[in-house]
Nanobody, 119 residues
């Protein structure tokens, strides 16, 4: 299970942060990230990062959003700057985790966090 926090309401040009951490510690972290889905639109990649720090971003957020990972706390953070109304969406945390003792990873999704940007 993934525990998400952050998000909320902000004016255009403002900043928000999101965090996500798996509950428990009996797993090996593979990668984490966020996807978002606006009403009437498909879910799209926001940012993704591997446990060694390789990150990639959706085209619409490059240069404005920054993702980081803390392997010690097994958590990921998304800093969102210069937010625009088109960033309004539900943001879903995503993680690839391998339970201890297992060979193959599993994919997990958070419950989603609303981010609303007013113009």
């Amino acid at each position: 299970q993934l525990v998400e926090s952050g998000g909320g309401l902000v004016q255009a040009g403002g900043s928000l942060g999101l965090s996500c951490a798996p509950s428990g510690s009996a797993f090996r972290l593979g990668a984490m990230g966020w996807y978002r889905q606006a009403p009437g639109k498909q879910r799209e990649l926001v940012a993704h990062i591997t446990r060694i720090g390789d990150a990639n971003y959706g085209d619409s957020v490059k240069g404005r959003f920054s993702i980081s990972i803390d392997n010690g706390y097994k958590a990921a953070y998304l800093q969102m700057n210069d937010l625009q109304p088109e960033d309004t969406a539900v943001y879903y945390c995503h993680a690839v985790l391998t339970p201890l003792g297992a060979e193959n990873p599993n994919t997990y999704w958070g419950q989603g966090t609303q981010v609303t940007v007013s113009s």
